[in-house]
T-cell receptor, first 112, second 113 residues
Framework: SQQGEEDPQALSIQEGENATMNCSYKTSINNLQWYRQNSGRGLVHLILIRSNEREKHSGRLRVTLDTSKKSSSLLITASRAADTASYFCATDGAQGAQKLVFGQGTRLTINP | DTAVSQTPKYLVTQMGNDKSIKCEQNLGHDTMYWYKQDSKKFLKIMFSYNNKELIINETVPNRFSPKSPDKAHLNLHINSLELGDSAVYFC????????????FGPGTRLLVL
């Protein structure tokens, strides 16, 4: 079964607004990652947050991690049309598994 | 320079045919992966190789056979293609065991008619 599940499945906002996407997972993790996928392209890594971290920033991106709730959020501030993409969270799954498990993604649309 | 490249970008073929997809990475990574992304955008790992050794082989039909001639290349051969094989196939690479940052290729869009 999927490890990470994003919420909402789709989000449409106006340019300049903030966008928040959530990810829930089921088992203990070492790290959680967020990736972006533009239409017709491969995934691009955005941020990795380790299980002992609670918050991480990168430019207009802010990621939080709550291991007690097994959830993470990705906040994009001051959104731009170029942020239109699908956003995926990925976890390193069950203990010992040498792989990432991806959720189904949140489709973000930024309206000009 | 392209970090992870795949060929071909598009592949349209008839049911029953055999086809191959090639992947190369110039990042010096020691682990490479094949993923399948279906029409609902669900991305699922198929195989991973570390230094030419098969590490992960998920529940994939044995019509799919990966081959890693060296740690910079990972190819995927598919025999007897079926309609359900239509998807986007992504190659990726990383350092280490697969829990760290992965770098993805542009994808190969396979359509089986």
């Amino acid at each position: 079964s999927q490890q990470g599940e994003e919420d909402p499945q789709a989000l449409s906002i106006q340019e300049g607004e903030n966008a928040t996407m959530n990810c829930s997972y089921k088992t203990s993790i070492n790290n959680l990652q967020w990736y972006r996928q533009n239409s017709g392209r491969g995934l691009v890594h955005l941020i990795l947050i380790r299980s002992n971290e609670r918050e991480k920033h990168s430019g207009r991106l802010r990621v939080t991690l709550d291991t007690s709730k097994k959830s993470s959020s990705l906040l994009i501030t001051a959104s731009r049309a170029a942020d239109t993409a699908s956003y995926f969270c990925a976890t390193d799954g069950a203990q010992g598994a040498q792989k990432l498990v991806f959720g189904q993604g949140t489709r973000l649309t930024i309206n000009p | 320079d392209t970090a992870v490249s795949q060929t071909p970008k598009y592949l349209v073929t008839q049911m029953g045919n055999d086809k191959s997809i090639k992947c190369e990475q110039n990042l010096g990574h020691d682990t490479m992966y094949w993923y399948k992304q279906d029409s609902k955008k669900f991305l699922k790992i198929m195989f991973s190789y570390n230094n030419k050794e098969l590490i992960i082989n998920e529940t994939v039909p044995n019509r799919f056979s990966p081959k890693s001639p060296d740690k910079a290349h990972l190819n995927l051969h598919i025999n007897s293609l079926e309609l359900g094989d239509s998807a986007v196939y992504f190659c990726a690479s990383s350092y280490g065991t697969g829990k760290e940052t992965q770098y993805f290729g542009p994808g190969t869009r396979l359509l089986v008619l």
